[in-house]
Nanobody, 124 residues
Framework: EVQLVESGGGLVQPGGSLRLSCVGS????????MTWFRQAPGKGREWVSG????????SYADSVKGRFTISRDNAKNTLYLQMNSLNPEDTAVYYC?????????????????WGQGTQVTVSS
């Protein structure tokens, strides 16, 4: 059974940083593209960032480019999202998702395996 477990969320002041983690199990982690999405209150799920299996291909939503960094450690079956210069607009539940192949996709309907989410709140 595929499982994805996120952690690392919390309350942070504007300008602060957090690092999210997502541990995968039940599949060969190093074979698959991985992605972070987020969902703010009252809004749809928004693609944040994706990474291919060997970490050579990464991309980011314009809203987080230059502030967030996606990475992965295949030996630890773990996906990361380093978030710097956080602002209140980054407040959301953050989800990791496993792609169906080595690519990643920006549409959430391309994914059928999701973590439970971790809450990030940016507030003073």
């Amino acid at each position: 059974e595929v499982q994805l477990v996120e952690s690392g969320g919390g309350l942070v002041q504007p300008g602060g940083s957090l690092r999210l983690s997502c541990v995968g199990s039940g599949f060969t982690f190093s074979f698959y593209g991985m992605t972070w999405f987020r969902q703010a209150p009252g809004k749809g799920r928004e693609w944040v960032s994706g990474i291919n299996p060997n970490s050579k291909i990464k991309s980011y939503a314009d809203s987080v480019k230059g502030r967030f960094t996606i990475s992965r450690d295949n030996a630890k079956n773990t996906l990361y999202l380093q978030m710097n210069s956080l602002n209140p607009e980054d407040t959301a539940v953050y989800y990791c998702a496993k792609s169906r192949d080595s690519r990643y996709y920006t549409r959430d309907d391309a994914y059928n395996h999701w973590g439970q989410g971790t809450q990030v709140t940016v507030s003073s």
